[in-house]
């Protein structure tokens, strides 16, 4: 251990030496600049400017270069980042002529297939950023290059569609270890994004990804906002469940060291328990962490961008999310994840409650989002928010979250009682009228082509964004296949209108 540790900290050293660093930045820039041509074009001729728009079609040329050679400039910004990223801003100029090779191979696999290096480059970007203070580093390093690489560079505008497609493309590598690594490659995403929306014109073009995404959301593969709100979901569902799982098993385990049984264990329990103990605090900081941030970005992402979510095949299980997460935190059982040191873990539920809070508020004046709150029937009680108001009060939230939830517990309310009375109404549902899925009364119909089942466009559709599988045979699907069921939807529409006027006329 002591050889290792001495080579490390002796090779190390001689890569930091300032000469050979700023050396093999000169080559590695040099290097990158032509990744950059080849990838763009085919004329080798001439010194080449990146400029927008940049062509899709991949040049010959570049099938010629060995991936070895991106390894290595990858490798080698990496250890910049890792032991000297105070150097990236005296790299001045080189940084844009980097920021083009991170833009034209992080977001295309067509470009590099191999997603591991596509990753990297997003954590050598969370390098360029310079907003130090909120990530905790020295704010003692001018920041002037970082920033203007942010608001000059000739291709900026494609950074944000760039991140966004190797944040998705992650998700769907096909490599067995590819669950337990996303969220490492993801980490570093967050800061990145938080970034990009602190500064308008980049935030724009987030929004417009919206847009165009909201224009395709029907298409056969699912558009790249949406299956980026879909992915950014399900990481915020699974990190905070599992932060919470080990928490309650943190919890148990310091239970025992103040109980009789800690002075009946020898010694090696002891240590052994010990181990445990730190060895569970370790994965729950990290959970708590990654949960931290996927909240985070949907509060601020939800503040200008509704339509996503509101739409029907998010709405619900946006909302079903957002719910559980409130009973988990404020409600009966939160004894259980009482650890004796939040900070230790990074468990931050007042902060959580204040942000999951503001996506009610930024939501709640959108009807869909408030049906789906409300016909939530695994978690929603108008309880939970009258409690939910008095915690805010008590964690000293903003004034207008507060009155936000108010109102938004309001219409919560009145929409719960207007779905009993439907229920109520329409609780004889015939069973071909009924979702085979989730069992609810279908109002858009759909034919699965490969099993012939008929279920609701907006639960397949939720369904394929994950899995672009048949449910009933696990045979290919995308949305393009479904069929719609018009004489279908015709007549649960007419057998609901009779149900309603049998109950005027009664």
Same mark, same amino acid.
């Given at each position: 251990m002591e050889k290792a540790t001495s080579l490390f900290l002796s090779m190390k050293a001689a890569l930091s030496e300032t000469r050979l660093t700023n050396l093999c930045m000169n080559f590695y820039t040099a290097t990158a600049q032509l990744l950059v041509q080849c990838a763009l074009t085919d004329d080798l001729t001439s010194v080449f400017k990146p400029s927008l728009p940049i062509s899709e079609e991949i040049p010959s040329t570049l099938a010629c270069i060995p991936a070895f050679v991106v390894e290595n400039i990858v490798d080698f910004l990496l250890f910049v980042r890792r032991f000297k990223e105070e150097e990236f801003e005296e790299f001045g100029e080189h940084l844009d002529h980097l920021l083009s090779f991170i833009i034209v191979f992080m977001g295309n696999k067509k470009r590099i297939n191999n997603y591991h290096l596509r990753a990297k480059l997003a954590d050598i970007l969370d390098g360029f950023m310079p907003n130090f203070n909120s990530r905790g580093r020295s704010t003692m390093v001018s920041t002037f290059h970082r920033q203007r690489i942010f608001i000059e560079h000739p291709l900026r505008m494609l950074l944000s569609r760039s991140l966004l497609t190797i944040f998705n493309d992650i998700e769907f590598s096909g490599d067995e270890h590819a669950f337990e690594q996303k969220f490492n490659y993801r980490m570093p995403m967050y800061g990145i994004l938080h970034y990009l929306w602190s500064l308008e014109e980049h935030r724009n073009w987030i929004k417009?990804?919206?847009?165009?995404?909201?224009?395709?959301?029907? /298409?056969? !593969?699912?558009?790249? =906002?949406?299956? +980026?709100?879909?992915? &950014? @979901?399900?990481?915020?569902?699974?990190? $905070?469940?599992?932060?919470?799982?080990?928490?309650?098993?943190?919890?148990?385990?310091?239970?025992?060291?103040?109980?009789?049984?800690?002075?009946?264990?020898?010694?090696?329990?002891?240590?052994?328990?010990?181990?445990?103990?730190?060895?569970?605090?370790?994965?729950?900081?990290?959970?708590?962490?990654?949960?931290?941030?996927?909240?985070?970005?949907?509060?601020?992402?939800?503040?200008?961008?509704?339509?996503?979510?509101?739409?029907?095949?998010?709405? /619900?299980? !946006?909302?079903?999310? =957002?719910?559980? +997460?409130?009973?988990? &935190? @404020?409600?009966?059982?939160?004894?259980? $994840?009482?650890?004796?040191?939040?900070?230790?873990?990074?468990?931050?539920?007042?902060?959580?409650?204040?942000?999951?809070?503001?996506?009610?508020?930024?939501?709640?004046?959108?009807?869909?989002?408030?049906?789906?709150?409300?016909?939530?029937?695994?978690?929603?009680?108008?309880?939970?928010?009258?409690?939910?108001?008095?915690?805010?009060?008590?964690?000293?939230?903003?004034?207008?979250?507060?009155?936000?939830?108010?109102?938004?517990?309001?219409?919560?309310?009145k929409m719960s009682l207007l779905k009993e009375t439907e229920e109520e109404l329409f609780a004889d549902a015939p069973d071909e009228f009924l979702d085979p899925l989730l069992t609810i009364l279908m109002t858009d119909p759909v034919l699965l082509p490969t099993s012939n089942q008929i279920v609701e466009r907006s639960t397949i559709q939720r369904h394929v964004m994950s899995d672009p599988h048949d449910p009933f045979n696990r045979k290919p699907l995308t949305m393009d296949m479904v069929i719609p069921k018009d004489d279908l939807r015709q007549q649960i529409e007419e057998w609901k209108e009779q149900k309603r006027n049998h109950a005027k006329d009664s």
């Open positions: 417009d990804l919206s847009a165009e995404s909201m224009l395709i959301i029907e /298409d056969a !593969v699912p558009p790249l =906002f949406v299956q +980026f709100i879909n992915l &950014l @979901i399900n990481d915020a569902i699974f990190t $905070l469940d599992e932060a919470m799982d080990y928490l309650k098993k943190i919890r148990e385990l310091e239970l025992t060291k103040e109980s009789p049984e800690w002075e009946a264990m020898s010694t090696v329990d002891r240590l052994q328990h010990d181990a445990n103990l730190r060895t569970q605090g370790k994965i729950a900081k990290f959970f708590n962490i990654m949960a931290n941030e996927s909240i985070k970005v949907l509060s601020y992402v939800s503040s200008e961008i509704k339509d996503v979510f509101t739409h029907s095949s998010m709405v /619900d299980r !946006v909302a079903a999310m =957002f719910n559980d +997460f409130l009973v988990k &935190l @404020i409600g009966n059982k939160m004894g259980l $994840l009482k650890v004796r040191d939040f900070d230790a873990y990074d468990f931050k539920p007042k902060q959580l409650v204040k942000d999951i809070s503001k996506i009610y508020v930024n939501l709640g004046d959108q009807d869909a989002f408030c049906e789906a709150v409300a016909g939530d029937e695994r978690s929603y009680t108008p309880g939970l928010f009258i409690k939910l108001e008095k915690v805010l009060i008590k964690v000293c939230a903003e004034s207008s979250t507060i009155q936000g939830i108010k109102v938004v517990a309001t219409k919560f309310k």
